[in-house]
C-alpha cells in the first residue's frame, strides 16, 4: 500500500479539508491506487538522471526592481467572501488553546 | 519550579542559535512591482501576483538577488553557482495562495561567519545559510482578550507585506559562550544589524519589523558533551529581547530539567512586556509543508562574474573598520569597545580627520561629551556640536589659547548655539591670559602672598607650587594656562 487511511486524515486535517469516516473509508484507497498507478513511472526511470523540475533549461530570469501599478483596495478585495476594515477577513486561524 | 540564571549555570552549558529575517531595501516586492513599502493604507500595495490570482506569474527581482548575495559575501559565504526557489505548502491565512515562495534544500549562500565584539574579546558566529523568501501578510486578530492568535474569534489580513523580499539568516549553533550566552546573542544581531545598514540593503528598523528575531535554545548538562532538546523562541523584536529570551528560556529549561521533566521540541512566543515565554503552537514537520521546486520561477544562478562584481561593490565591513581604526588609534579592545557602546565611533574617526589628536578626540566624546549627552537623554552623536568643532577647541587647547576649564566653557557655548568655538571665545571673552606682563605680575603677587610656600619651593619642594598656580588662577578668573605659570614659578624660585 502507498498511501494509508490515517496519512490521507493527517493531509486532509493539514489542508484544512474536513472529511467524515465514510469520505476517508471511501477516498483513502482510491488515492492508494491513483499514487501506485503513478508510481509505475520509477519503473523506467534511469539511474543517473536528474528528476526534472523545470523544462524549459532557461535560468536567470529577472525583472528589474521597477514599480508597477497595483489594484486598487476596492479592486484587491471585490473577491474576499468577506471585508473588514479593508482586510481580508478570515475564519478563527488556531482554536482555543 | 524556579531556578535563577546563576543556578542553572552552574549545571547547564547553554548552545543558542538565531535565525534573523531581515526585509531588504528594495523599491518593490519580490516577485512582483508592488512598492515594497511600509505603512501604506491595508490592501493599496497588492496585485494579482502577490495575491496569488489564477493565471499570475511571478519574476524575481534582480537587486534581491543582489542584495541576497551580498550579505552572503559580507558573511564570509560560499554563493551557490545553482540554485531553486521552493513552494513551502501551508494554510494560515498570512499567505493568499496557500503557499510561501522560499528556498529550503538549495540555499543561494552557504557556511559563513561573523565575528562578533563582545566583552573585549571577539566571538566568532558560525553562519549555516542564507536564503531569499517573500515576506508575509499582516494579520490582527479580533476577540479574544489580547490580539493574540489563540482565542480570536477570526482575523483580518492586509497583504502590503505579503511578498516584500525577506532575507533569511540562520546561524550554526553557538555553544561554549557559558554565563554570557544573552550577551553573546545580543552582540550578534547589533553586529549583524549594523553590517547590514552598511551594505545599505536594509533600513534595519526592529520596531518597524523590518529586522525580526528568532532564537534558539538548549541546554546541555555540564560535561556531558550532549545537547539537549532546543526550542524555537518567536517574536523577539529588540536587541535588549534578544538578550532576555535566550536567558529566559535558560532559567525555564534549568527548571524543567531539574524537576526531572523533559524539554518539548516546540515553538515558544516571548512577552515584550513580561520578559518570559510561553507555549506556542506545535511546529509542523518539515514534511508536511510539502516542499517542492517553484515551478514558476526558474533556477537562480548567478554567473561568477556577476557575484565578484557584487564583491567588489562591498564597503569596508563593520568589523574590519573597527580593527583598522582600533589599531590607528591604538586602543585595547576594551577601550575600543567602550567608544563603540557609546555610539561614539563614527564622531570620534571624524574628529580625528579634522585635525585633532585621537587620544583627544576620544576624551572629549567619551568624557565631557558623554556626560552632556547622557544628561539630555540622547545619543551623544546627535548633540548639537560637530566633530569639525571639538577639533577645534582641542587645537585651541593643543596651542594654549584655551585651558580645560574654559574649554568647556566653550562647549557650553557652542552646544548653546552661540556659533562655532572660536566665535563663542571671542564672544564670552574666554582665551586664556597669554599677556606674559600681566601673567608674570600675577605670579609675582602669589610669591609675594605666601612666602612659605616659595621658600619651601626655593629649598627643592617643586611639588608645593600647585598652591601658587591655585592663586594665580584665582587671580585671572581660570584664564591662565596652568603649565605656563608653574613654569614661570619655578623660573623664579629654582
Not at chain 2, 508575509?136 to 483580518?156: C, D, F, M, W
Not at chain 2, 591662565?480 to 614661570?488: F, G, P, W, Y
Request: charged share 25%; proline share 6%.
Amino acid at each position: 500500500m502507498a498511501i494509508t487511511r490515517d496519512e490521507v486524515a493527517h493531509l486532509a486535517r493539514l489542508s484544512r479539508i474536513a472529511l467524515t469516516d465514510a469520505e476517508l473509508d471511501h477516498l483513502a484507497p482510491q488515492l492508494d491506487q491513483i499514487i501506485t498507478a503513478v508510481a509505475q513511472v520509477q519503473e523506467v526511470a534511469a539511474e543517473g538522471i536528474p528528476p526534472t523540475s523545470h523544462a524549459t533549461g532557461l535560468v536567470n530570469v529577472y525583472r528589474d526592481d521597477e514599480p508597477r501599478p497595483c489594484l486598487t483596495p476596492a479592486d484587491a478585495l471585490s473577491q474576499a467572501p468577506a471585508v473588514e476594515q479593508q482586510r481580508f477577513r478570515v475564519p478563527r486561524i488556531l482554536a482555543e488553546e | 519550579m524556579t531556578v535563577t540564571y546563576e543556578e542553572a549555570l552552574q549545571r547547564y552549558e547553554p548552545v543558542f542559535g538565531l535565525e534573523t529575517h531581515v526585509e531588504l531595501g528594495t523599491t518593490t516586492k519580490l516577485f512582483c512591482g508592488c512598492p515594497a513599502v511600509f505603512g501604506a493604507e491595508p490592501n493599496s500595495r497588492v496585485c494579482p501576483v502577490c495575491l496569488g490570482l489564477p493565471g499570475s506569474l511571478p519574476a524575481a527581482n534582480r537587486r534581491a538577488i543582489e542584495y541576497t548575495i551580498k550579505i552572503g559575501l559580507a558573511l564570509h559565504c560560499g554563493i551557490a553557482s545553482w540554485c531553486r526557489f521552493a513552494r513551502k505548502n501551508y494554510f494560515y491565512p498570512d499567505m493568499p495562495k496557500n503557499f510561501q515562495i522560499s528556498q529550503y534544500d538549495e540555499p543561494l549562500c552557504t557556511d559563513g561567519y561573523l565575528d562578533v565584539l563582545v566583552g573585549g574579546r571577539t566571538v566568532r558566529v558560525g553562519i549555516e545559510r542564507v536564503h531569499l523568501e517573500e515576506d508575509t501578510g499582516k494579520s490582527l486578530h479580533v476577540g479574544g482578550a489580547t490580539g493574540r492568535i489563540h482565542g480570536a474569534e477570526y482575523s483580518l489580513v492586509d497583504y502590503n507585506r505579503a511578498g516584500i523580499p525577506l532575507v533569511e539568516i540562520v546561524t550554526k549553533p553557538v555553544p561554549g559562550t557559558g554565563f554570557g550566552a544573552p550577551g553573546v546573542a545580543k552582540a550578534y544581531v547589533t553586529e549583524l544589524r549594523d553590517l547590514l545598514r552598511s551594505l545599505g540593503v536594509s533600513d534595519v528598523r526592529m520596531e518597524e519589523g523590518s529586522l525580526r528575531c528568532d532564537v534558539n535554545t538548549s541546554l546541555s548538562v555540564r560535561g556531558s558533551g550532549v545537547w539537549g532538546t532546543r526550542t524555537e523562541t518567536k517574536n523577539v523584536n529588540s536587541l535588549r529581547s534578544v538578550e532576555r529570551a535566550v536567558r529566559s528560556e535558560i532559567e525555564r529549561q534549568a527548571a524543567v530539567l531539574d524537576g526531572g521533566g523533559r524539554v518539548i521540541q516546540e515553538t515558544r512566543h516571548f512577552h515584550e512586556d513580561t520578559g518570559v515565554t510561553t507555549s506556542g503552537r506545535s511546529k509542523e514537520e518539515a514534511q508536511d509543508y510539502r516542499y517542492f521546486p517553484e515551478p514558476d520561477l526558474v533556477p537562480v544562478a548567478p554567473p561568477a562574474e556577476w557575484v565578484e562584481e557584487i564583491r567588489a561593490s562591498l564597503p569596508e565591513l563593520p568589523s574590519a573598520r573597527r580593527a583598522r581604526l582600533q589599531a590607528q588609534w591604538s586602543l585595547s579592545g576594551l577601550e575600543f569597545e567602550a567608544l563603540h557602546n557609546a555610539g561614539a565611533v563614527g564622531v570620534v574617526e571624524e574628529t580625528v580627520l579634522a585635525g585633532a589628536s585621537p587620544a583627544d578626540a576620544r576624551k572629549w566624546w567619551l568624557g565631557e561629551l558623554a556626560r552632556r549627552a547622557n544628561d539630555a537623554g540622547v545619543d551623544v552623536s546627535s548633540l548639537p556640536i560637530t566633530p569639525q568643532a571639538v577639533a577645534r577647541v582641542a587645537a585651541l587647547v593643543a596651542s594654549g589659547t584655551l585651558n580645560d576649564r574654559l574649554a568647556r566653557e566653550v562647549i557650553d557655548g557652542v552646544l548653546d548655539g552661540e556659533g562655532t568655538p572660536d566665535e563663542v571665545v571671542a564672544a564670552r571673552g574666554l582665551a586664556v591670559v597669554s599677556d606674559e606682563g600681566a601673567l608674570t605680575a600675577a605670579v609675582d603677587e602669589a610669591i609675594a602672598a605666601n612666602p612659605g610656600v616659595a621658600a619651601r619651593i626655593r629649598d627643592g619642594k617643586t611639588s608645593a607650587a600647585g598652591v601658587l598656580i591655585g592663586a594665580v588662577m584665582k587671580a585671572t578668573r581660570g584664564k591662565a594656562d596652568a603649565a605656563r605659570v608653574k613654569a614661570l614659578i619655578l623660573e623664579r624660585l629654582t
